[in-house]
């Protein structure tokens, strides 16, 4: 008897139910994130301070979230903003593959009976509720109905195709060549970034009978596979260290699939052994889930003893770029205030003197892409961008602590001009990302700079550019010289801004709108912004008479 099926009502059951599956993984994951707020954030940088903390942090919030892909761009994201280091990071991403099993642990336990309701409850609690704890909670039980709903949903209208021949020879054949399943497995997973959508539409189609179960763990141990396309794609463009948090995530996934493949016939022997003892033999979903399991605890466990070698490899493996630049804010320790506020001050002296440099950079950034629309430029001013937040908060909660020891006056001074620092180059990074932003606008406008106005914008940016560099001269080694020119360009910049105004409302009177719009006196007001920031930093420096003080202490 030959099967018919209504080829489009099945196709928009599959895609509906696909669409269905991962909004709800999306909308769950979201509201999870509302209910805890920033305390998820905190949490993650504050107990990830070896690899086994990592590992229980990346099974909690791969649990909440139900996603081991946004567990992993999250962390991934932590990297590139310089909250976390690359083996805290390596931590978390071995127990996020433990996490994620929650979801194929719960489709064992045939949750999709309880889908409607729960979509139901969601619902009414996000429309008829005030607070907005419980509409996030009502969020969460609606995304969670949805999951269970899209698989259904999903399997449903796979399980049409199981008595067509051409389909039980393909999954024979996966069987009788396990390494077609993990390549399967991995082009599945990567194509709709959820190994947990591809383990649940593989558990469906396992309790027809017609999955063997070596095609099953093969297709499950490339799916393991394919869920590293996430954090590839979130390191994309980004740091070192995010690319090579990505890296080690690829490397542990699939040397643990290749292991497995290599043992999968007595593996799938174990997990039959364990389906006869616990079911009678019956292929029942839970089988899957357990073979998922046992597979990621067995990887993890076995990966954990070697996170260092992991770390070394990823970083043969991605060079250190030229223009990348690390920042360790776990520099700032704690312990130190207490023993020595005044290295306290120094160590916060030297990670401010990084942010300095990555303001510098990023102004180097926006004069290139004033001129060259280059969307790597751009990507990268944005990523010095989060970093300088990073340390501007970082530094400043670190410095506030050593305020509350006791501190000679001298100490009080520098603490005092370190505490200014930090707010001027954090202001002047972002006067540079609104010059990315202007430009980023100009650009998808189709607007061009004129000629003069190229010109202009060439003199100002070198004169800031050099002003910049002297800011950070003056700041570091308290050059009052170098103090003193500093002041002598922040004059030069506010004569030449004013200068380039007049000359934009003449040309804008005599050539009209095809080149420039009111977006250049913004540009040259951003500019200006910067020259007086750089003024304020080295006030401080020409204000230090313990300066002068220890220069006359050295000489005598």
């Given amino acids: 008897m030959n099967p018919s099926i209504d080829w489009t009502q099945t196709l928009f059951l599959i895609i509906g139910g696909l669409g269905i599956f991962l909004y709800g993984i999306h909308h769950m994951g979201e509201s999870m994130k509302l209910l805890a707020g920033s305390q998820l954030k905190k949490l993650i940088e504050k107990t990830t301070s070896t690899p086994l903390k990592g590992i229980f942090m990346g099974i909690l919030v791969t649990t909440l979230l139900q996603t081991s892909s946004g567990t992993t761009a999250l962390t991934v994201g932590l990297v590139r903003a ?11 991403i071995l127990g996020a593959n433990i996490g994620t099993t929650t979801t194929s642990f719960l489709v064992g336990l045939n949750m999709k009976v309880l889908a409607l309701p729960l979509m139901g409850v969601g619902s009414l609690m996000i429309f008829f509720l005030k607070t907005k704890k419980m509409k996030h909670i009502g969020g969460a039980l609606l995304g969670f109905g949805m999951i269970f709903y899209g698989l259904d949903l999903m399997g449903g209208a796979l399980k049409r195709f199981v008595d067509f021949p051409v389909f039980e020879e393909t999954l024979l054949l996966v069987s009788n060549i396990p390494v077609l399943g993990v390549i399967a497995g991995a082009v599945l997973t990567a194509v709709v970034q959820s190994s947990t959508a591809t383990i649940g539409i593989l558990q469906d189609l396992y309790t027809t009978g017609y999955v063997p179960l070596i ?99 990823s970083e043969k493996v991605i060079p250190s770029d030229e223009e990348d630049v690390e920042v360790r804010v776990d520099t700032l320790l704690p312990a130190l205030i207490k023993e020595s506020p005044i290295l306290a001050l120094e160590n ?17 950034l926006s004069m290139r892409f004033t001129f060259e629309n280059d969307p790597k430029v751009l990507e990268r001013g944005r990523q010095l961008e989060e970093l300088v937040d990073t340390i501007d908060k970082k530094t400043h909660d670190y410095l506030v602590q050593v305020s509350l020891k006791d501190l000679t006056d001298k100490s009080a001074h520098d603490h005092a001009s370190y505490i200014d620092a930090i707010r001027d180059f954090e202001r002047i990074a972002d006067h540079c990302q609104n010059l990315f932003d202007f430009f980023e606008y100009r650009y998808e406008k189709k ?53 380039y105004r007049k000359r934009h409302v003449k040309r804008i009177a005599d050539i009209g709108e095809h080149y420039d719009d009111d977006l250049f006196v913004d540009i040259l007001s951003n500019v200006e912004r ?27």
């Fill in 82 to 92: 310089g909250l976390m280091t690359l083996p805290q990071a390596v931590g978390i």
């Fill in 215 to 313: 095609g099953a763990i093969a297709i499950i141990l490339g799916s393991n596979i394919g869920t590293t396309i996430t954090a590839i794609l979130a390191a994309a463009g980004g740091s070192t260290a995010a690319k090579r948090t990505a890296a080690a995530h690829v490397m542990f996934n699939v040397l643990g699939s290749v292991l497995f493949l290599l043992l999968i016939r007595p593996y799938a022997f174990f997990i039959n052994w364990l389906q006869d003892l616990l079911y009678a033999g019956q292929p029942v979903a839970m089988t899957l889930s357990l073979a998922h399991i046992f597979f990621n605890v067995f990887n993890t466990f076995v990966m954990y003893f070697f996170v260092k070698q992991l770390v070394m490899v």
């Fill in 348 to 364: 916060a002296k030297r990670v401010i003197l990084s942010m300095a440099d990555i303001t510098f950079r990023m102004f180097t």
């Fill in 447 to 499: 607007k061009v700079l004129s000629p003069d106005a190229i010109e202009d914008l060439t003199t100002l940016y070198n004169y800031v550019m050099d002003t910049l560099a002297l800011t950070l001269q003056a700041f570091e080694s308290r050059n009052k010289f170098k103090a003193n020119q500093v002041m002598e360009h922040e004059d030069m910049i506010d004569i030449l801004v004013r200068k």
């Fill in 530 to 556: 910067i020259g007086d920031h750089c003024q304020n930093i080295v006030l401080n420096v020409l204000h230090d008479r313990y300066y002068i003080e220890d220069a006359m202490a050295k000489v005598n």
